[in-house]
Each structure stands twice: as structure tokens, then as C-alpha cells.
């Protein structure tokens, strides 16, 4: 079974969690992220919903230092992760397992290797070691067996699910997910959010979800963010979120559509 | 007429500044490529295998590229000299040429060109696709993991490769003059001794060393800097052939104002 490797008492350890403040960030001209303000507890199980395109994808890649904001400033563990230089930067994402939107498989690879990289770059461990990980993490997604084939020869939903592998790889104390259980069937779908409640309960994994899939925001989540117009707008417990008033979270919950989207012309 | 004349300043200002920021980029991307190079003892398999598909990958071109620069050379030489010089000469002159010139410069153009799009192809495809956003993320730099083996290897086979074009264009000339044009085996070969230096091997082998490494460094740049999906892809590719050349041409001009 997985363990954590041990951890030492740090005053880093005090300061354990993510902090998002005042993020800025815009794509030619165009403002995405507008005072993006947020606070990720270490333990916790937190999702981010919000309309396609608000960006989520880019707040994720933000808290890994994949992408550096205009203003604001991001910590991790009480490590201000904008301004890190690059060695530092790496010890940091080395704390991160992150599941790409498209799973991001090196496609040059065999699916052992893509999950073996990050064992065969910083352990020792050896051959029979690593398959042995390679073989637990690929049991834990329900790909075993799969080790030897090409990303190119896997579906959508498999090729998520070795990401996803590769993501827990490394025992990391964070892994962001972006949009996990999108394209799987219901069944394998609703096995990844046990997978995510079990990393997060049983391993005190971080996590971090971003999803339209409300269903599984409901179940592994302690808390759902919304993020809209470049800023967070709501904060809440499941069952808070299922009876939010605000009128744009009820309505991106009970996916109703807005009644202004649609330009009614009269004939 | 004053406003265009504006424009034209401004698109020429706006292009400059583009430019030299572009330039800034490629050289904060060469100055990662130095420091990390310890990089290729710590893959040194990712070294290795790229150095035997470039090696293996470029042969037939090589070959192709060395035959026939050798083999016309020694048609020109003997037309240019019928009449004027013994066709002793023909010899060492085309040695001259393909040593100096038109070995290290038709092959970086042709391998060069060739491998330096194929970097930015499949750098620019991982670019696209978040591989390399996967692979820092994992805490692996994507110049030590992707750049560092392509660039060394790069250099490194390029002189390789050169000095097996130029074997292969002598051939290919001596062919040409003595089983074509009729000269003796001893016309053609035997004066080539006389004007043999070693500094034209080296500056030869020298130059394409430079060859390698700019047209590599530019295909993983241009690799890296790749935006917006297939279209994007295609666009990097192209855009490291050209440069690819056009930096192979401007190096040689330099290189041989300062080596000869
Ligand atoms: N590298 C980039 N260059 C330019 N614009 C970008 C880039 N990345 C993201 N954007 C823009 O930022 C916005 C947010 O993108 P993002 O991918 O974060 O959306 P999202 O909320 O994840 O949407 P989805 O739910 O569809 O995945 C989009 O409008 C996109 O056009
Ligand atoms: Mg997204």
C-alpha cells in the first residue's frame, strides 16, 4: 500500500497549506484571473467549479508555479512560490502530483515509464521497486496490466486514469486534479472519487479538484469554491452549495442555464 | 502618405522590439542550456540514443548529400580548369571546396535543417499537448531533460557527420574524373598531399560544430516558445528550417572572417 514518506517537524510544517492572494493574470489584453483570493487547508478537499473557460486550468497551473501572476502572491507551506527561484521552485512541485486537463502522457512513452519518470529522475529505488510502485499505482486506477503500451493506444478515459497514476506516483502531500472524472462512464467515474476520497482520507492528501461534474464535487469534497469573472464568488460546504442562494451558483449547480445568454430575437 | 509613412515606423519599431526581445529569450535559453549541461552525464542514455538516431537517422542523406556535392564539383573543377590549369589541380581544389565550404555547409543545411524542424516539431508538440507543463511539474527541467541531450548531441555529431560527407564527395569526385573525364587515379589523388593542412580539417569540422549546435539551440527555442495546437506545430516547424538556414549561412560568413 501507499505511505507517505515520513515527514520531519519544520516550521515549515506549521505554516502547511496553500495561500492564494490578490491573483492577477490576463492572456493578451484579455483579464482571466481578476484578485483571485483563496486559502487551501492542509487535509482539506476542496473543489473549484466554475463555467467552462473562467479559468480554472490556469488557477491550477498557477498554484504550481507553471504560470506566474501578474500581481499577487501564492505560498505553499509558507513559501512564497512567485518569486522562488527555480531549485526552490522544484522542491516545492515536488510536494504536487497534478492530473492534466488532457493527461499530458509523454507520448513518447510506455505507460510504465511515464509513471516511473518521476521515480527514476529523484529515488534511488530499483528496477524491481519501481514496477512493483508502477504496478500499485495502475492497480489503484484499474489499469494494471496496461504497463507496456502507448499512450496513443488508449482511450480518453484510460489515458486519464494513467495520469492519474502518474500523478500519485511520487506520494505527493498535494495533488491537484483537473477535471478527473470528465469523459469516464459513471461506474469508472464514480470509482476515481473513491480513489480521491481514499488518497485524501486515508493518506491526508491535499486536494484539489477542479470539475463541472457536480456529482462528484458533492461526494469528494469538504468545501466548493466557485470561481466566476475572475474571482472567487462562493465558498461552501457541499450541502451549503446545494442550497446556495446566490443566484449565479444556483444556477451553474442545477445547470439552468441564464435566461440573458440567449438573445431572444422576435420573428 | 504621412500616416503610412507613420505606420511604416511604427511596424518597423514594433518588429525591432519584437526582435531583440525575441533574442533575449533565445539567449536566457542558450544560458540554461550551459548550465545545465551536466545534464547529459546524468541521462547520459537520453545522450546516447540521440546521438544514434541522428547518426543512424542522417546517414543516407549524408551519403546522398557528399556524393553528388563531390561528384559535380569535380565536373565544374574540370570544365573551370580545361585549358587554363593541369588537371593535376582538379584534385586538391575540389578537396579544398568540399573541406572547407561546401561539406560542412550543404550538410548543416540539409541535416541541420532537417533535425533542427523535427526538434521543434516534437518539442512543440509536447508544448501543445502540456507534456512539458507534466514534465516541470514532476520538478524535471524540461532544458536539462529535452534541450541538454538534443543540443550535445547535436554538436557533437555534426563534425561526425561532416567529415563523412566530405570522405564520401571524394569519392564521388574521384569517380567523376577518372571513370568519366578519363584521368589517371594518379592525376587526381596525387597533388592533394601536397596541399594537405591540418587547419582546413580543423576549421572545417569547426565550422560545423558551430552549425550543429546553433541549428539545434534554435529548434528547441522555437520548440518551446510553440503556441496554439497543429496549426502552431506546423508554424514552429517551418520557422526552424528557415532560421536554421538563415543562422548556418550567417555563421559561416563569420566564422570565416575569423578563421581564414
Ligand atoms: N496559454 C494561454 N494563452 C492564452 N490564453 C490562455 C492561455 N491559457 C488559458 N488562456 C485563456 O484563459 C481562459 C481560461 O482558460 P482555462 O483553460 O483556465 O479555462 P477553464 O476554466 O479551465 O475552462 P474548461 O472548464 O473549459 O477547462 C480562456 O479564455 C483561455 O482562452
Ligand atoms: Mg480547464
Known amino acids: ?267 | 502618405m504621412a500616416n503610412s509613412t507613420h505606420n511604416l515606423a511604427g511596424k518597423v519599431g514594433r518588429r525591432t522590439l519584437e526582435f531583440m526581445s525575441e533574442l533575449g529569450r533565445f539567449t536566457k535559453l542558450v544560458g540554461r542550456v550551459i548550465s545545465e549541461i551536466g545534464g547529459i552525464f546524468q541521462d547520459r542514455g537520453l545522450f546516447i540514443q540521440e546521438c544514434v538516431t541522428l547518426g543512424v537517422d542522417s546517414l543516407p542523406l549524408v551519403l546522398i548529400v557528399g556524393l553528388f556535392t563531390g561528384a559535380v564539383s569535380g565536373w565544374q573543377g574540370h570544365y573551370q580548369m580545361e585549358g587554363y590549369l593541369p588537371f593535376e589541380f582538379i584534385g586538391p581544389g575540389t578537396f579544398k571546396a568540399v573541406l572547407l565550404e561546401l561539406g560542412p555547409v550543404l550538410t548543416a543545411l540539409i541535416i541541420a535543417g532537417r533535425v533542427s524542424a523535427s526538434i521543434a516539431a516534437e518539442l512543440g508538440t509536447m508544448k501543445v499537448t502540456e507534456q512539458i507543463d507534466a514534465l516541470e511539474t514532476m520538478a524535471i527541467s524540461s532544458v536539462r531533460y529535452l534541450a541538454v541531450p538534443r543540443v550535445a548531441a547535436m554538436t557533437v555529431m555534426m563534425p561526425v557527420l561532416t567529415a563523412q560527407a566530405i570522405f564520401v564527395a571524394m569519392l564521388g569526385a574521384s569517380f567523376v574524373c577518372i571513370v568519366l573525364l578519363g584521368m589517371t587515379s594518379n592525376q587526381f589523388w596525387g597533388l592533394i598531399p601536397n596541399f594537405f593542412k591540418l587547419y582546413d580539417v580543423f576549421a572545417g569540422l569547426f565550422k560545423s560544430l558551430f552549425f550543429g549546435l546553433a541549428a539545434s539551440l534554435l529548434g528547441c527555442y522555437i520548440g518551446f516558445r510553440t503556441e496554439g495546437g497543429a496549426e502552431g506545430v506546423g508554424m514552429a516547424t517551418i520557422t526552424a528550417f528557415v532560421w536554421s538556414c538563415l543562422a548556418i549561412l550567417v555563421i559561416d560568413f563569420l566564422l570565416a572572417l575569423m578563421l581564414f
Open chain 1, 1 to 267: 500500500m501507499l505511505t507517505r514518506l515520513g515527514e520531519q517537524i519544520t516550521p515549515e510544517t506549521l505554516f502547511k497549506m496553500i495561500e492564494v492572494r490578490g491573483v492577477h493574470r490576463s492572456f493578451n489584453g484579455k483579464h482571466v484571473l481578476r484578485g483571485v483570493d483563496m486559502t487551501i487547508e492542509t487535509g482539506e478537499s476542496i473543489t473549484i467549479i466554475g463555467q467552462s473557460g473562467c479559468g480554472k486550468s490556469v488557477l491550477l497551473k498557477h498554484l504550481v508555479g507553471l504560470m506566474v501572476p501578474e500581481s499577487g502572491t501564492i505560498t505553499v507551506d509558507g513559501r512564497d512560490i512567485t518569486s522562488a527561484r527555480r531549485k526552490e521552485l522544484y522542491e516545492i512541485r515536488m510536494k504536487f502530483g497534478v492530473l492534466f486537463q488532457g493527461a499530458a502522457l509523454f507520448d513518447s512513452m510506455t505507460v510504465e515509464e511515464n509513471i516511473s519518470l518521476g521515480l527514476r529522475q529523484h529515488t534511488a529505488l530499483g528496477d524491481a521497486e519501481i514496477a512493483n510502485r508502477v504496478r500499485e499505482c495502475l492497480t489503484l486506477v484499474n489499469m494494471d496490466g496496461t504497463q507496456k503500451l502507448k499512450p496513443a493506444e488508449l482511450s480518453g478515459g484510460m489515458r486519464k486514469r494513467v495520469g492519474l497514476a502518474r500523478a500519485i506516483a511520487m506520494q505527493p502531500s498535494y495533488i491537484l486534479y483537473d477535471e478527473p472524472t470528465t469523459g469516464l462512464d459513471p461506474i469508472t467515474a464514480d470509482s476515481i472519487n473513491d480513489l480521491i476520497i481514499h488518497l485524501n482520507q486515508k493518506l491526508s492528501v491535499t486536494t484539489v479538484v477542479v470539475t463541472h461534474d457536480m456529482v462528484s464535487a458533492y461526494k469528494v469534497s469538504d468545501r466548493i469554491v466557485m470561481l466566476h469573472e475572475g474571482r472567487i464568488i462562493f465558498s461552501g460546504t457541499p450541502d451549503e452549495t446545494k442550497n446556495a442562494k446566490t443566484d449565479i451558483v444556483r444556477r451553474f449547480v442545477n445547470g439552468e442555464a441564464d435566461a440573458q445568454s440567449y438573445v431572444i430575437t422576435s420573428y
